[in-house]
């Protein structure tokens, strides 16, 4: 396990700067563009993403960055759930699933609430 | 412009603050730009829970990297956390505000006293009362124990510790979760003390396994903050890139810097922001 802890390491150090570089991108885009902090944001749309990147909307990146950043904490317990069954640790298999559940759970209920 | 300047920059401050006392960035954030730049206290909460995850992720790297997080005791614990970060993530749409105002002035009050009592305590040593949103400063963990990182969650003699009272422990990290979606905070204010002083995990290791479980505590509640439209890019990009540039910084200026005279200015800005929270709370 303690190479998968130092690979497990690794990828989230660079999860995280790849979410800081979107970020960056998108804060300069919002410069270049003279949109500030207080302009309202236009609402996430996951199927104009890619679209709205190739048209260089600041939001875009924004965007992207923040769920990298978010991702990636759960990203870590998923990819440590996956070292454990590799050892045949299933009780902390269970553990890594049960947090992403109790995640899952937590934002599915935050959606339903909110529509 | 000016604006998004203005945010990066009280950032910056608040991570280079942070990262020099041991403190996430959530507790300066949510006051900064709630009464700096008068944003709803949820807007604010949801930019601080994102700063806090970034910076968590690259010092929980390091400390992954280094073994000196004990990942099987912050994955167990992490389980309560993310449940009792639902929870508070839920409360928080249902508290009014003004209340909240007020626990959060209660909150700092209790960060400026434990800062008070380092203070007192030791003159040169940084005290670890949060845990979680500073990078780590990987001269900073040379040297550490690599024994104490793959510890199994029971410890053993060879670790060095032995971890006790894991009921406590669960209960007590549950709560670290509330606190974490109410107030955008990592949570370590709690977890550190309660791993080492309640549980028996040394410092250096519960600051670090705090620091990993950070990333997944405010990920928990942050999702819901996302999922209810409170988490605006056009804020969170400036002030969350202000955020860790400062934290990166303050990691390596921490030798050089005299932190007892920090701790005593920053006491003092703390007694005084949850003064004006409260304050805010009354109106």
New interface residues.
Partial sequence: ??DV??R??????A???L??GL??A??AL??IH??????A?P??DPGHLVSSLLALD??AP??L??IV??????A??IA?GIGYARHGQWA?VG??A??VI??A???T???I??T | ?E??LA??AGGVVAGVFGSLLGLGGGVLIVPLLTLGFGLPLHQAVGVSL?SV??T???S????????VAN??LG??L??FT??G??VG??IAFLLDEHLLDGLFAVLIAYVALSMLRGVRADATVAVPVAGGGAPADPAALAGSAASD??AALTGSAADGYQVRHLRMGLLGSAFAGIASALFGIGGGIIKVPLMNLVMGVPLRVATATSNLMV??T???S???Y????E???????????GV?VGATVGSRLGHRVDLRLLRIIFVLVLGYTAFAMLMKAVS
């Fill in positions: 396990m303690i802890e130092a497990i390491g690794r990828a989230l150090i999860m995280t700067f979410g800081v970020l960056v998108g804060v919002m410069l003279g949109i500030g902090p207080l302009t944001s609402t996430f600041p939001a924004l965007w960055g923040l950043i978010l991702v990636t904490p759960v870590r317990v440590a902390m553990i890594a049960a947090i109790v995640i759970i937590g934002v209920s935050a959606l609430t909110e | 412009m604006l998004a945010m990066g994102v995850i970034m968590s992720s690259a929980a790297g390091v400390y992954l990297e280094r073994h990942l099987r994955m167990t992490e389980l993310s449940a970060a639902i993530g839920a990182g793959p990333g997944i405010a990920s928990a942050a999702f819901i996302f999922a209810k439209g988490i605006d890019p056009y804020l969170s990009g400036p002030t969350a890139i860790f």
